[in-house]
């Protein structure tokens, strides 16, 4: 059942309790949305830019130097400070619906990945399937990647996001025989290379985490018990970043905040393992 554009007939809703579930959520979210739109006042200027320290440039000027390592993906390839940075107010990129691809259309995959288009997996497929009666993104890899690709309308360059918001509705259908326990949903941000990164996530051991990954070195930031994953259940998740604020949201209440400071800006990205998962509704959003 399609919804146009996210006004959401309450037959379509999987839970007796709507306050709770994730399509509610949605539909609540994309009306506050719309009410709360930061103006173009707020925009901040090129003129009331406040001054950098001399430790900030030199900060600024380690990380404009790209990795050389040709085996890591690098998302931002160069001399980096010709990447524009910003925030999704100045750099919109809004929502996908992956509902509106024709049925069995091979929505993204890395086997033939389009750098340009607007996200693309770098590793696995994701397709336009039928499934549970409703038309979504449907992916079975066991290692599924896909990255947001945010640019400038006007330089035609990848942008670096600095505070924003990743929002996405999935649900997970099965778990593959052996998936370990750290498999599950994982919302990327702030991701510059593939060892480069935050990520939060939902585990198959029932937990939340918010981890992020320095070159190549995982650290956990905090984590908490969430309880098992509800095989076929939507969830709604939301991850932001707020200058050194991270905060991970499932079906619109808090479960993590952490604080750090190594990653200042990225793009946004989705990864699955060791799983079938369903994705409806993906959105970067301004905080």
Known sequence: MKRED??????????????????????????????????????????????????????TCILNLAPDDDSIYNHYPGDRSQYPMGTPIQFPYGKIDFQAYQLGTIITTSSSKDESAP?????????????????????STYNFRMLCNPTDTISKKRVRYTDFETLFVGRLNKWHLGAPDW????????????DDL????????????IK????????????????????GEEYFFQF?????????????QILLQATDSDLDWGTTGLRFD???????????SAI
Do not use: M
Request: aromatic share 12%; hydrophobic share 30%; glycine share 6%.
């Open 183 to 194: 498999s599950g949903f994982h919302i990327l941000a702030r991701y510059q290379t593939e």
């Open 240 to 252: 932001q970043i707020e200058g050194n604020l991270l905060t991970y949201k499932i079906n619109g």
């Open 212 to 231: 992020k990954k320095v070159n190549g070195i995982y650290t956990t930031l905090k984590y908490a018990d969430y309880g098992a994953l509800d095989l």
């Open 198 to 209: 935050y990520v939060a996530s939902l585990r198959k051991d029932g937990k939340v985490v």
């Open 274 to 284: 060791y799983s079938d998962v369903v994705i409806d509704y993906l959105r970067i």
């Open 6 to 59: 996210f006004e959401l007939n309450k037959d379509i809703l999987r839970s007796d309790n709507e306050t709770n579930n994730a399509n509610y959520i949605i539909k609540t979210y994309e009306k506050n949305l719309e009410t709360n739109k930061p103006s173009e006042t707020n925009k901040p200027s090129e003129t009331n830019k406040p001054s950098e320290t001399v430790e900030k440039k030199i900060k």
């Open 119 to 139: 996200y693309f997996a770098t590793s696995g497929t994701l397709s336009c399937e039928f499934v549970d009666g409703v038309k979504d993104g449907f992916t």
